[in-house]
C-alpha cells in the first residue's frame, strides 16, 4: 500500500498483479478465452429463454445458433458489414487504451466516458469554426479534441495527487458533470438554429475524417486508433516515461524512493488517459456524427473498462478486445432483425465475461492449465 | 490528562455548540425578516417562505432514492467493501417490484402486490449484493471491477427484459401506494407544520426512510455490531485479533447494504412512479453515493446530504413551476435546468478536494482481507 501523504488516498488502488492476474501470457489467453466462451454461453441460455418468454412463445433450443449466426453475418458478410465492426471498434480502441493506460500506472479511470464527451464536444466546436483544407483543420480538431479530454483527465490526476481526493470518485462524479454541462452549451451557446433537435452546427468539410472504404462508412478513424495503439504501447514499454508509469503503479512507495515522482506521474497519466478518451470522442464526431448532439448518451467508457481488462491492460489486447466487442455492437441490430433477441443481451454478454476475466480465481481453479505455477504471492494491497 | 476531565471539556464544548447554533438560528431569522423589507432581495425571500414550502413534499421524494443508496454505501463501506454497483442493484430491484406488481396486482389485488413487490425488489438486490460481496470479499476480484460488472448487467438484463416481458405486451403497473393524508390543522401549524407536512405526506417507504436511518445511526455507533462492523471497515487486522470474524461481518454488512438499495428501487416503481423505463434510474445510485461522501460515512449525515440534494433538484422545478420575481428572483429563473443537475456533483468534488472540510472514507474501504498478510 502506498504510504500517501493524505489519508483520503488509502485503499483502493488497483493493485495490477491481481486486476491482470499472473502466470504466463499462454494461460492469460486460455482464461480470457474461456471467459468469452462463458459469456456466449450465458447468452445462449437467455436467447432460449427469451424464445420462450418473448412474443414467440415458443421453446427453440437452436435460438442461439441462429441469433449468434445473423450476428456474425451482420458484423462480417460482406465489405460493409466489416465496415461498420471497425467503426463500432474504433471508439472502444480509444475507451480501452485510456483505462488501461490508467491501470498501467495504478488508476482506475472510470470517467472515460465524461473526457469522451469533452473530447468530442472540443473537436465539434473546433470542427465548425477552422475553415482550412483538410488534412490542416482535421489535425487541429483532433488536438483539440485531445486537449478537451486531457482537460477531463487531469482534474481527477491532480484532485488525487495534490489533495488525496480517490480518482474512482471523483471521475464517476466529473462523468455527470461532463454530461450536463455539454448538455447545456450544446443546447445554448453553441446551440445549431436551424437544427431540429438540439446540437451543434455540423463540422465544416475539412474537418470530416474522410472515408478510407468505397461504398461503406468506414472513416479514417480506426487508422489513427491503430496508429495512438502503437504510440502507447512505444510509450509504455521502451522509454523511461513509460517504465516510470509502470513502476509507479507496480509499487508507489518503491518508486518514490527510486527516485521517481508518484505525484507527477499520477497527473500525466490521468491526463492522458483522458487524452486517449477525447480522441474517442473525437473521431466519432469527426467520423459519424459530424455534430456534437446535446443528448449524447454513450457507454463507451464503461465498455472501454471491458475492453482493457479483457485486453489485459496491453495495447495490443485492447485492440483485440475492442474488435471482439465491435463484432458484437455491429451484429446485434442484425441479430434482433433475423430473430427477435432483443439487442442488450450484447450488454449482458459483455458483463458476463467481464464477470470471469475480473473473477478469473474461478477459471483457474476449473482448469489446471490456466493456473499460474507455484505459490500466489501475497497481495500486495493487504495493508 | 484524566478521562473525568476530557469528558468535561467535551460537555462544555457541546454546551457551547448549542448556544453557537441557537445564535445562528436567531441571526438567520433575524436575517430573513429584515430582507423581507429590502426590495431587492426581499420577494426573493417571500417567495423562498411562501411559494416553496408546499413544493417541500417534492424535496422529500427526491431524497428518498438517494438516501436509500447512500445508506447502502454506507453499510458496505463502513465495513470495507467499496460499492459503485448501486445504481445496478437500484435499477435490478425497480424493474422487480414493478414487475410483480404489474403480474400480482390482477390476482392478488394493488396493495398485497405492492407489499410482496418490496419484498422481491429486496430479494433481488440482496442477491446482487451477495454477488458483490462474493466477488470482493472472497475471490477477492478487484470492487470497482464488480460493482461495474454489476451495473452494465443491470443496464442491460433490465432493458432486454423489458422489452421481452412489458413493451411487447404493453404490460401496465400496480397502483402506486398511498400517500398519507396529514390533517389540514398539522399543516397550518406556523414553521414546522410544512416541514411536518413534507415528511409525513409520503408513501410508507419514504417514511421508513427516516425511521431506518435513526436507528441506523445509532446501531452504527452505539452498539456492537456497529463498533464491530466499523472495526472490519477501519482495521480488520485488529478487529480480526479480538476474534471478530471479518470475512462474516463484511458479508453481512454488504447484503445488508443490498437491502437499502432494494428499498431504493421498490420506491422507485410502486411509490413515485407507476411505470419502468430503460435506464429510469438515471444516475441516482451514483449521486448516492455522493451523498454518502458529503455526509461523511454516516446515515445522518448521508439523509441531510440526500435532502439538500433533493433540495437543489426541486429548486429546478419550483422555478419552473411558479417563478420567483423581482430581480434576484429573475437571476435565479435564468439559471439553466442543467447547472441544478450538476450541483450535487460539483458540491461533492468540492468535499472530496477538502476545500471545504474533508471527507476522509473508513481506513480499509475497499481493500480485501488477507488473514495472511502482515501488516
Not at chain 1, 184 to 207: C, E, H, M, N, Y
Not at chain 1, 231 to 258: D, P
Not at chain 2, 119 to 128: D, E, F, K, N, S
Request: with cysteine; charged share 10%; hydrophobic share 55%.
Amino acid at each position: 500500500m502506498t504510504e500517501s501523504a493524505n489519508p483520503g488516498a488509502a485503499g483502493l488502488n488497483v493493485d495490477a498483479t491481481t486486476l491482470l492476474g499472473g502466470g504466463s501470457l499462454g494461460r492469460q489467453a486460455i482464461v480470457t478465452g474461456i471467459a468469452i466462451v462463458l459469456g456466449l454461453l450465458i447468452g445462449a441460455v437467455l436467447i432460449v429463454l427469451s424464445g420462450v418468454i418473448g412474443p414467440a412463445q415458443s421453446f427453440d433450443p437452436t435460438l442461439p445458433i441462429a441469433g449468434y449466426a445473423a450476428l456474425l453475418e451482420g458484423a462480417l458478410g460482406g465489405p460493409k458489414a466489416i465496415a461498420n465492426t471497425l467503426n463500432s471498434a474504433t471508439p472502444l480502441i480509444f475507451t480501452g487504451l485510456s483505462v488501461a493506460f490508467g491501470f498501467r500506472a495504478g488508476l482506475f479511470n472510470i470517467g472515460a466516458n465524461g473526457q469522451l464527451l469533452v473530447g468530442g464536444f472540443c473537436a465539434a466546436i473546433v470542427g465548425t469554426s477552422v475553415a482550412l483544407p483538410f488534412p490542416l483543420a482535421a489535425i487541429v480538431a483532433i488536438l483539440a479534441g485531445g486537449l478537451g479530454g486531457a482537460l477531463w483527465g487531469f482534474i481527477p490526476g491532480a484532485l488525487k495527487a495534490w489533495r488525496g481526493a480517490h480518482e474512482v470518485v471523483t471521475t464517476i462524479m466529473l462523468n455527470s458533470i461532463a454530461f450536463l454541462l455539454l448538455n447545456l452549451l450544446a443546447s445554448s451557446i453553441f446551440k445549431d438554429q436551424g437544427a431540429t433537435f438540439p446540437r451543434t452546427p455540423d463540422v465544416l468539410p475539412g474537418s470530416v475524417l474522410p472515408i478510407i472504404l468505397v461504398n461503406t462508412r468506414l472513416h479514417a478513424g480506426i487508422l489513427i486508433a491503430l496508429a495512438t495503439t502503437f504510440v502507447v504501447w512505444f510509450l509504455l514499454f521502451k522509454t523511461t516515461l513509460g517504465f516510470e508509469i509502470r513502476t509507479v503503479g507496480a509499487n508507489a512507495s518503491a518508486a518514490r524512493y527510486a527516485g521517481m515522482r508518484p505525484a507527477f506521474i499520477t497527473i500525466l497519466t490521468m491526463s492522458l488517459a483522458g487524452a486517449l478518451a477525447g480522441l474517442g470522442g473525437t473521431v466519432e464526431i469527426l467520423g459519424i456524427t459530424k455534430n456534437y448532439p446535446a443528448e449524447y448518451i454513450v457507454n463507451f467508457g464503461f465498455d472501454g473498462i471491458a475492453v482493457a481488462l479483457l485486453g489485459r491492460a496491453h495495447p495490443f489486447g485492447v485492440v483485440g478486445a475492442a474488435l471482439l466487442f465491435g463484432v458484437m455492437r455491429a451484429g446485434a441490430g442484425a441479430m434482433q432483425r433475423a430473430t427477435d433477441i432483443p439487442v442488450d443481451i450484447i450488454s449482458i454478454v459483455q458483463a458476463v465475461i467481464l464477470l470471469f476475466v475480473a473473477a478469473q480465481i474461478i477459471i483457474q481453479q476449473l482448469l489446471p492449465a490456466a493456473r499460474p505455477k507455484g505459490p500466489v504471492e501475497p497481495s500486495a494491497a493487504a495493508a | 490528562m484524566t478521562a473525568a476531565t476530557s469528558s468535561v471539556a467535551v460537555l462544555r464544548r457541546d454546551a457551547r455548540l448549542v448556544w453557537i447554533g441557537v445564535a445562528i438560528g436567531l441571526i438567520v431569522l433575524a436575517l430573513a425578516a429584515l430582507l423581507l423589507d429590502v426590495p431587492y432581495l426581499g420577494s426573493f425571500v417571500d417567495w423562498l417562505i411562501n411559494r416553496v414550502p408546499p413544493l417541500s413534499y417534492l424535496i422529500v421524494q427526491y431524497a428518498v432514492p438517494i438516501a436509500f443508496g447512500a445508506l447502502c454505501g454506507v453499510m458496505c463501506e463502513r465495513s470495507g467493501v467499496t460499492n459503485i454497483g448501486i445504481e445496478g442493484m437500484i435499477l435490478t430491484s425497480a424493474f422487480v417490484a414493478f414487475l410483480t406488481g404489474a403480474y400480482l396486482h390482477t390476482v392478488v389485488g394493488a396493495p398485497l402486490a405492492a407489499i410482496i413487490g418490496i419484498g422481491t425488489a429486496i430479494v433481488a438486490a440482496m442477491l446482487l449484493s451477495t454477488l458483490h460481496a462474493w466477488l470482493s470479499i472472497t475471490i477477492k476480484a478487484d470492487q470497482i471491477i464488480s460493482g461495474t460488472v454489476i451495473n452494465i448487467l443491470a443496464l442491460g438484463g433490465t432493458a432486454f427484459f423489458n422489452q421481452l416481458l412489458v413493451s411487447t405486451t404493453r404490460l401496465s403497473g400496480t397502483n402506486t401506494l398511498p400517500r398519507l393524508d396529514v390533517p389540514n390543522e398539522l399543516a397550518a401549524v406556523p414553521f414546522i407544520g410544512p416541514i411536518i407536512d413534507a415528511l409525513l405526506n409520503q408513501g410508507p417507504i419514504a417514511m421508513s426512510l427516516i425511521v431506518l436511518v435513526v436507528f441506523l445511526q445509532i446501531m452504527l455507533f452505539r452498539s456492537r455490531w456497529g463498533l464491530r462492523t466499523r472495526a472490519v471497515g477501519e482495521h480488520p487486522k485488529a478487529a480480526d485479533t479480538v476474534g471478530i470474524d471479518v470475512v462474516r461481518t463484511r458479508y453481512r454488512s454488504v447484503i445488508l447494504g443490498g437491502v437499502f438499495a432494494g428499498l431504493a428501487g421498490a420506491y422507485l416503481t410502486l411509490e413515485q412512479f407507476n411505470s419502468f423505463q430503460d435506464n429510469m434510474t438515471g444516475g441516482v445510485g451514483f449521486i448516492g453515493l455522493a451523498a454518502m461522501i458529503f455526509g461523511r460515512w454516516t446515515p445522518l449525515g448521508a439523509y441531510g446530504a440526500a435532502i439538500l440534494f433533493g433540495a437543489v433538484q426541486s429548486m429546478q422545478l419550483a422555478v419552473r413551476i411558479s417563478p420567483p420575481e423581482g430581480d434576484l428572483g429573475g437571476i435565479i429563473s435564468a439559471i439553466p435546468p442543467q447547472v441544478f443537475g450538476m450541483l450535487p456533483y460539483v458540491f461533492t468534488i468540492i468535499v472530496l478536494a477538502g476545500v471545504v472540510g474533508r471527507a476522509v472514507p473508513p481506513a480499509a474501504d475497499g481493500i480485501p482481507y488477507d488473514k495472511e498478510a502482515r501488516g
